[in-house]
């Protein structure tokens, strides 16, 4: 098959296209074959970041696919060959073929095409997770999700408001952040241009959902409401912030994140049930869509990252590959 590799870390140029075997899946998985992977951050993160594993040369990249499945390893019960699905993967998504445990694979939702489809797992497993499991989001209750535009924020956006609460967002150009209305937000702030504490000192916010760290983290703990809840997914404005702890104690508030790549497939797995359960009706009546910015062909993935660290984007950007 042809699959992408990060030959060494670096720039998008380390990202080379080879011939490799098809992975043969093991029990409990299926071997879809891909009709297209979303990119998301964390790609850009493997290729470039020493932090990050992945330094052998023969890893690659890609953590959500959609496609049909090829065949089954033994064990598997739901699915069969020819199912159309999208699927959460641990590496591995840049390619024409990819094993997955088939706890991790969630039907393609009526109406949407396969392409489409893999606009999806990553971005709504980690909202689900952080802002509505970990958040415990309340209809009516605020949400303040940085990052608007980004594929987490535009999910974000439309899963909150689809269960019935207010979301205030922050962006880096006015486009962005009109963009980020019409999607749904009530009030999106130019972070570059302008302060979001001052915009959303009157009303404060429940949960944050926040891939910022840095100087935003003092801004946020400001910002929290009694009971309010911070959920940290990355930190792009820098690792360490400066926390006032009385605030912590006089508004009882939880700061906490999670990272999502490393969990087990058990946990994957469950989560991906609770998806179908909560989400995926939302899917299904166009309440949450995937919003994708543009399509590259599987040989051009060094120049779809290299667009993703432009910021060039709004929401999701994917890779065309069967
Ligand atoms: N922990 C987890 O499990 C998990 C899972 C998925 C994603 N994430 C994280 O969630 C974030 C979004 O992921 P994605 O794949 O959707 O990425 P993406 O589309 O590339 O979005 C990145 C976002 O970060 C914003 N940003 C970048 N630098 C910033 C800065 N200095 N100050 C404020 N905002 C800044 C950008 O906003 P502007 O362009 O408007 O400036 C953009 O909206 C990433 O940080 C990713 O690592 C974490």
Redesign the pocket.
């Known amino acids: 098959m042809k699959a992408i590799l990060i030959t060494r870390k670096g720039g998008p140029e380390v990202l080379e296209m080879h011939q490799l075997p098809a992975p043969v899946p093991a029990a409990g998985e299926v071997l879809i074959r891909v009709a297209a992977a979303g990119?998301?951050?964390?790609d850009?993160?493997s290729r470039s970041s020493a932090v990050y594993g992945g330094a052998s040369g023969l890893d690659i990249p890609g953590l959500e696919v959609s496609g049909h499945i090829e065949a089954c390893g033994p064990e598997v019960v739901r699915w069969k060959k020819g199912d159309a699905v999208c699927a959460l993967v641990t590496g591995g998504g840049y390619a024409e073929y990819v094993a997955v445990p088939e706890g991790q694979c969630l039907p393609v939702p009526n109406g949407m095409s396969l392409v489409e489809a893999a606009a999806l797992p990553?971005?709504i497993f980690?909202v689900w997770?952080?802002v509505f499991r970990t958040g415990k989001l309340q209809p009516g209750e605020r949400l303040l999700v940085?990052?608007?535009?980004?594929?987490?924020?535009v999910t974000a956006i439309q899963m909150a408001k689809a269960l019935g609460s207010p979301v205030y967002t922050?962006?880096?150009?006015d486009e962005?952040c009109r963009w980020c209305e019409s999607l749904g937000a009530k009030k999106a702030v130019n972070?570059?241009t302008a302060d979001f504490e001052e915009a959303f000192k009157e009303i404060g916010m429940d949960v944050i959902l926040d891939?910022?760290g840095?100087d935003?983290t003092e801004k946020n703990i400001r910002l929290l409401r009694t009971d309010g809840r911070m959920i940290f997914?990355?930190s792009?404005?820098g690792r360490k912030g400066v926390i006032d702890i009385s605030e912590i104690m006089s508004k009882r508030l939880v700061v906490t994140?999670?990272?999502?790549?490393p969990r087990d497939t058990a946990f994957k797995t469950q989560l991906a049930a609770e998806v179908e359960k909560f989400v995926w009706p939302l899917v299904a009546n166009g309440a949450v869509k995937p919003i994708i910015y543009t399509t590259f062909p599987l040989k051009q993935a060094g120049e779809a990252q290299q667009l993703?660290e432009s910021?060039g984007?709004i929401?999701?950007i994917l890779l065309q590959v069967n």
């Open positions: 990119l998301n951050r964390s850009v993160y990553e971005t980690t997770l952080n940085h990052g608007g535009t980004s594929g987490i924020g922050t962006a880096g150009t962005k972070y570059k891939m910022t840095g935003f997914i990355n792009m404005r994140g999670s990272m999502l790549k993703m910021g984007h929401g999701k």
